[in-house]
């Protein structure tokens, strides 16, 4: 006999608690389904591919270091992120800061001088007949081909890897602005010109909004770009960064903390991905992807 | 003054391209009394919507002008307020801020903050969207969009409304609903109304006079037909209502005996047609 059919009037308490606690249950169940689903397959497929190189890269002859090698070798650079024994030896944390803020200079250049030269050429026929050759023809240059000419203008490596970035980021936001602008439906110009919106008003009401889908769309491809060419870019000019820090274990044959910087760059370049992402997201209220 | 309040006299609209020119409107006269309803009716790619927007002044006539209120139309401007088929909200706005950037551009100097977001409720509170105020435009239905849109152009104080198929993209259920909103809120209010539609019931039920247009190219005014019925109409007692059904068959009779379309259906000829309605649409 139960508790709930000896005493009525608990019976009636459990009774009245239960669709609450079924409910509670069923949620539980619902998230665990969740992330049975999301989280399995990842998980299953990250050990496999680390079984799989653990195996390989502990055959005899191997010539990369295998897992347990790389985080036992590289063990002080994990749990020590933020160390600093000066000049060019400090932890990773302070390698990546160093990219991200030479990463920050060059993309917000580019991001001020791409929307503005994507807006103009996006405008104006006359600009992008003359602008687009020249631009079609230079986007096409790869990031470290800027280096040596970037280095001989500013004298400086440091000012040489923010052009770098400049440049590569640029192209993208340039065209994707233009598209943008181009592409403002003759609705939303329809109720701007019974409203009389003047050009300010125009711009800022009508135009930056409807081409910010584009917008981003380049500003993500852009960001991405930039992390790319500052990892190479930083091999060649040296100093605090990633890119220094692999070139650096390189020559040192430290194969385990270039595994290691390795996975700092993909998991920084997603990160930088993710927040432009998410900026245009809450900027277009959701109609970018 | 106030029976030739709209004033279109004379106006032409040939469209040029590279070789060929297409002569859309032909010498349209018509005159509109204030508080007047007037439905425009005629077959697809007659050039209505043309006519619309040359009254709009989003086209400017290649001859003749249209005047309204004593002024001469040669730009667009919140004095002709729209409302376009596809109801061309802004889709990162919401219903409330849609309204509002019409309402702070039009009253922006006339009207204090308080009274003009009393205004913007206000005409929200008129087409029933007072509940959906922080809602994006692609998060309301159809019918709701076109009830911001007409929330928009009422709350400009237009001198004239100009509604072109307001109600075309909309199921018929939304349609009638919609169709009974406009009545009541034109009853109260006594706007000035250009309508075009291709609903001959609609047009019937609305209007204080229907303007029916020949076929494109060289489309003109064919015949005007005064709807004498009185107001308030309710649709149903119209059904039955001999008048009422001698208007619709005067309509019909004039879109489909005397203005039937003639073309064959060849594949060439639906290809224009395709065409026209692609640039139709892209018009507004």
Same mark, same amino acid.
């Given at each position: 006999?139960?508790?709930?059919?000896?005493?009525?009037?608990?019976?009636?308490?459990?009774?009245?608690?239960?669709?609450?606690?079924?409910?509670?249950?069923?949620?539980?169940?619902?998230?665990?389904?969740?992330?049975?689903?999301?989280?399995?397959?990842?998980?299953?497929?990250?050990?496999?591919?680390?079984?799989?190189?653990?195996?390989?890269?502990?055959?005899?002859?191997?010539?990369?270091?295998?897992?347990?090698?790389?985080?036992?070798?590289?063990?002080?650079?994990?749990?020590?992120?933020?160390?600093?024994?000066?000049?060019?030896?400090?932890?990773?944390?302070?390698?990546?800061?160093?990219?991200?803020?030479?990463?920050?200079?060059?993309?917000?250049?580019?991001?001020?001088?791409?929307?503005?030269?994507?807006?103009? @050429?996006?405008?104006?026929?006359?600009?992008?007949?003359?602008?687009?050759? @020249?631009?079609?023809?230079?986007?096409?240059?790869?990031?470290?081909?800027?280096?040596?000419?970037?280095?001989?203008?500013?004298?400086?490596?440091?000012?040489?890897?923010?052009?770098?970035?400049?440049?590569?980021?640029?192209?993208?936001?340039?065209?994707?602005?233009?598209?943008?602008?181009?592409?403002?439906?003759?609705?939303?110009?329809?109720?701007?010109?019974?409203?009389?919106?003047?050009?300010?008003?125009?711009?800022?009401?009508?135009?930056?909004?409807?081409?910010?889908?584009?917008?981003?769309?380049?500003?993500?491809?852009?960001?991405?770009?930039?992390?790319?060419?500052?990892?190479?870019?930083?091999?060649?000019?040296?100093?605090?960064?990633?890119?220094?820090?692999?070139?650096?274990?390189?020559?040192?044959?430290?194969?385990?903390?270039?595994?290691?910087?390795?996975?700092?760059?993909?998991?920084?370049?997603?990160?930088?991905?993710?927040?432009?992402?998410?900026?245009?997201?809450?900027?277009?209220?959701?109609?970018?992807? | 003054?106030?029976?030739?309040?709209?004033?279109?006299d004379n106006v032409n609209k040939i469209?040029?391209?590279?070789?060929?020119?297409?002569h859309v409107l032909d010498s349209i006269?018509?005159?509109?009394?204030?508080? !007047?309803?007037?439905?425009?009716?005629?077959?697809?790619?007659?050039g209505?919507?043309t006519?619309?927007?040359a009254?709009?002044?989003?086209?400017?006539a290649t001859s003749g002008y =249209?005047?309204?209120?004593?002024?001469?139309?040669?730009?667009?401007?919140?004095?002709?307020?729209?409302?376009?088929?596809?109801?061309?909200?802004?889709?990162?706005?919401?219903?409330?801020?849609?309204?509002?950037?019409?309402?702070?551009? =039009?009253?922006?100097?006339?009207?204090?903050?308080?009274?003009?977001?009393?205004?913007?409720?206000?005409?929200?509170? $008129?087409?029933?969207?007072?509940?959906?105020?922080?809602?994006?435009?692609?998060?309301?239905?159809?019918?709701?969009?076109?009830?911001?849109?007409?929330?928009?152009?009422?709350?400009?104080?237009?001198?004239?409304?100009?509604?072109?198929?307001?109600?075309?993209?909309?199921?018929?259920?939304?349609?009638?609903?919609?169709?009974?909103?406009? $009545?009541?809120?034109?009853?109260?209010?006594?706007?000035? =109304?250009? $309508?075009?539609?291709?609903?001959?019931?609609?047009?019937?039920?609305?209007?204080?006079?229907?303007? $029916?247009?020949?076929?494109?190219?060289r489309a003109t005014?064919?015949?005007?037909? !005064?709807?004498?019925?009185?107001?308030?109409?309710?649709?149903?007692?119209?059904?039955?209502?001999?008048?009422?059904?001698?208007?619709?068959?005067?309509?019909?009779?004039?879109?489909?005996?005397?203005?039937?379309?003639?073309?064959?259906?060849?594949?060439?000829?639906? !290809?224009?047609?395709?065409?026209?309605?692609?640039?139709?649409?892209?018009?507004?």
């Amino acid at each position: 006999m139960t508790a709930e059919s000896s005493n009525p009037k608990t019976g009636i308490m459990a009774a009245l608690r239960q669709p609450s606690a079924a409910f509670h249950k069923d949620q539980l169940a619902a998230l665990g389904q969740w992330l049975l689903a999301h989280l399995l397959p990842p998980v299953v497929v990250l050990t496999g591919l680390m079984g799989l190189w653990e195996i390989l890269c502990s055959m005899p002859g191997a010539m990369l270091p295998a897992p347990s090698q790389v985080v036992q070798e590289t063990w002080e650079l994990i749990v020590l992120p933020f160390y600093n024994y000066g000049g060019n030896d400090v932890g990773m944390g302070w390698q990546v800061l160093a990219s991200l803020e030479r990463v920050a200079y060059g993309y917000s250049m580019a991001v001020v001088v791409g929307v503005s030269l994507g807006v103009l @050429i996006g405008k104006s026929t006359w600009a992008m007949r003359g602008l687009d050759p @020249i631009f079609q023809v230079l986007r096409t240059v790869p990031p470290l081909a800027w280096l040596p000419i970037s280095l001989a203008a500013f004298q400086s490596s440091n000012p040489s890897a923010i052009f770098v970035i400049f440049i590569t980021a640029i192209w993208p936001i340039i065209i994707n602005t233009s598209v943008g602008i181009r592409n403002i439906p003759d609705d939303y110009q329809n109720v701007a010109r019974v409203l009389r919106l003047n050009p300010y008003e125009n711009f800022t009401r009508i135009m930056l909004p409807s081409a910010a889908p584009y917008i981003f769309s380049g500003l993500r491809i852009g960001i991405g770009l930039s992390w790319l060419a500052i990892v190479a870019a930083e091999m060649l000019i040296g100093g605090v960064g990633i890119g220094f820090f692999i070139w650096d274990a390189w020559n040192a044959s430290m194969l385990s903390d270039i595994v290691l910087a390795l996975i700092y760059v993909g998991l920084v370049g997603y990160f930088l991905d993710q927040v432009v992402g998410f900026i245009g997201r809450r900027v277009t209220r959701g109609t970018s992807a | 003054m106030s029976d030739r309040y709209l004033i279109i006299d004379n106006v032409n609209k040939i469209f040029h391209s590279k070789k060929t020119a297409t002569h859309v409107l032909d010498s349209i006269n018509l005159t509109v009394k204030r508080g !007047e309803y007037i439905s425009i009716i005629g077959h697809s790619g007659c050039g209505k919507s043309t006519l619309l927007n040359a009254v709009s002044g989003l086209t400017t006539a290649t001859s003749g002008y =249209v005047i309204l209120d004593g002024k001469e139309v040669n730009a667009p401007g919140p004095d002709r307020a729209l409302v376009f088929q596809n109801h061309s909200l802004l889709p990162w706005l919401s219903v409330y801020e849609n309204v509002a950037l019409a309402v702070n551009k =039009v009253f922006g100097a006339s009207k204090s903050a308080q009274e003009r977001k009393d205004w913007i409720l206000h005409n929200l509170d $008129m087409v029933g969207m007072s509940h959906a105020l922080t809602r994006l435009p692609a998060e309301i239905s159809g019918g709701m969009k076109q009830r911001v849109g007409i929330a928009r152009a009422l709350a400009m104080q237009p001198k004239l409304l100009l509604l072109d198929e307001p109600f075309g993209a909309l199921d018929a259920l939304t349609r009638a609903h919609l169709q009974e909103e406009v $009545m009541r809120i034109q009853a109260d209010l006594n706007n000035t =109304v250009l $309508m075009i539609t291709h609903d001959v019931d609609e047009a019937v039920l609305l209007s204080d006079r229907i303007v $029916m247009m020949t076929n494109g190219p060289r489309a003109t005014i064919g015949e005007v037909l !005064e709807i004498n019925l009185d107001r308030p109409r309710n649709r149903i007692e119209l059904a039955s209502d001999p008048l009422y059904n001698e208007y619709r068959r005067a309509v019909l009779r004039f879109l489909h005996e005397k203005q039937q379309k003639v073309a064959p259906l060849t594949p060439e000829a639906s !290809e224009n047609k395709q065409s026209e309605a692609d640039q139709r649409v892209s018009v507004g």
